[in-house]
């Protein structure tokens, strides 16, 4: 089966073909407009979206070597996500289904995470404990099967991402921060200065990282501009293991709670040199089965959509022209 996926959720615009659990294009956009103003602007996000739309599909398909007649389905992400950005590629699907007559379905953001690391991992076995780790996303997930997701944790503030880009914000970095805190932190001291860990220990798959944002601008209040300059890659070596240490910690939880042996990593956070490092070793350590995702699906992407889509497709679950957009959209099993 081919299937045409499509994202528009935040500010990447992408458009990817899979068959199977074969890639034959995946095309990204970033649009680097929202650098300026550290962060996405979300009128100027689906803007940008209306104007790379039609010539990043029709990339998408020459690279893949097909017509659209050639797609047996579409896939698109209907949240959670930015509501204008998320229309503009809904919108665009259903005018391809109205014309074509092809079938399509709507995805969920998060579950295209978690099938872009499906996709780098054909051949998965379930049961697996997901730790999903995005901008706008820390929850941890039992899945059974395909398409079956049981949240059992998540965060109650910020997420793991969010943290990643306000510490990076604090400390003058650009927009995304998560790889530049990853960068600079490659040659500090992890243990240079010591961040709150929060484990609520009395809800322990859950997860909250405002605290730690505030304990950095806390620290940096407390230190001179020439010592920030000098420790600045100690601080955010410091800073990261905070972050990373309180996923693996949990992840490792539920693990046993939940009698699992597969671990799954997945989100743009997913991207992070520690993150993946410690849990690798972690799993090793523990004797567990852990699926990581290339690079190149870790960060929004297309391919993960399809990929989701595939599994509705091929069940014969499609969606109807009245499918609406959902800024707040939960991740939700099939069938409820
Ligand atoms: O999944 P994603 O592309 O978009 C959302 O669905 O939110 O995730 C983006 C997030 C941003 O917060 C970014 O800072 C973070 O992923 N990120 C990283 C790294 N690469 C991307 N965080 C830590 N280390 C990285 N290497
Ligand atoms: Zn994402």
């Known amino acids: 089966m081919i299937v045409l996926g499509i994202e528009t959720s935040c500010d990447e615009t992408a458009a990817a073909v899979i068959e199977e659990d074969r890639v034959r294009s995946s ?3 970033s649009q680097e407009i929202h650098t300026k103003f550290g ?13 790379l739309i039609v010539p990043i599909v029709e990339r998408a398909l020459k690279e893949a070597g097909i017509t659209l ?7 698109v992400t209907h949240g959670p996500g930015l509501v204008g950005a998320l229309l503009v590629g809904l919108n665009f ?3 391809i289904v109205t014309a074509t007559g092809k079938p399509f379905v709507g995805v969920n953001h998060i579950e295209g995470h978690i099938y872009g690391t499906i996709l780098s991992q054909p051949g998965v076995e379930f049961p697996i404990i997901f730790l999903i780790v995005s901008g706008g996303h820390t929850q941890l997930v039992l899945m059974e099967d395909h398409l079956s997701y049981h949240i059992i944790g998540q965060t109650r503030d910020d997420a793991v991402g969010e943290a990643f880009d306000k510490g990076a914000k604090l400390l003058g970095l650009g927009y995304p921060g998560g790889p530049m805190i990853d960068k600079l932190a490659q040659s500090g001291n992890p243990d240079f200065v010591k961040f709150p860990r929060a484990m609520l220990k009395k809800a322990p798959f859950d997860f909250s990282y405002s605290g730690l944002k505030t304990a950095l601008l806390v620290y940096l209040k407390s230190i001179s501009e020439e010592e920030k300059k000098a420790h600045l890659n100690d601080i955010c070596a410091s800073y990261q293991k905070a972050a990373v240490e309180v996923l693996v910690r949990k992840t490792l939880l539920a693990v046993k709670e939940f009698g699992a042996k597969r671990v799954a990593l997945a989100g743009g956070v997913a991207a992070n040199s520690l993150l993946r490092s ?3 070793e972690a799993c090793e350590k523990e004797g567990l ?5 290339e690079l190149k699906y870790c960060t929004d992407n297309a391919a993960m959509i399809a990929r989701a889509g595939l599994e509705y497709l091929k069940r014969g679950h499609h969606s109807p022209l009245t499918l609406n957009a959902y800024p707040a959209l939960k991740l939700k099993p099939l069938n409820t």
């Not at 007649?69 to 896939?75: C, F, M, N, P, S």
Request: zero cysteines; proline letters at 6%.
């Open 289 to 293: 089965e852990l699926y990581i995702p």
């Open 93 to 95: 699907v259903k005018g």
């Open 39 to 51: 962060g996405v602007v979300p009128e100027l996000a689906s803007r940008a979206h209306v104007r």
């Open 69 to 75: 007649q050639e797609v047996d389905g579409l896939a």
């Open 27 to 29: 095309i990204i956009s």
């Open 278 to 280: 410690w849990l690798k």
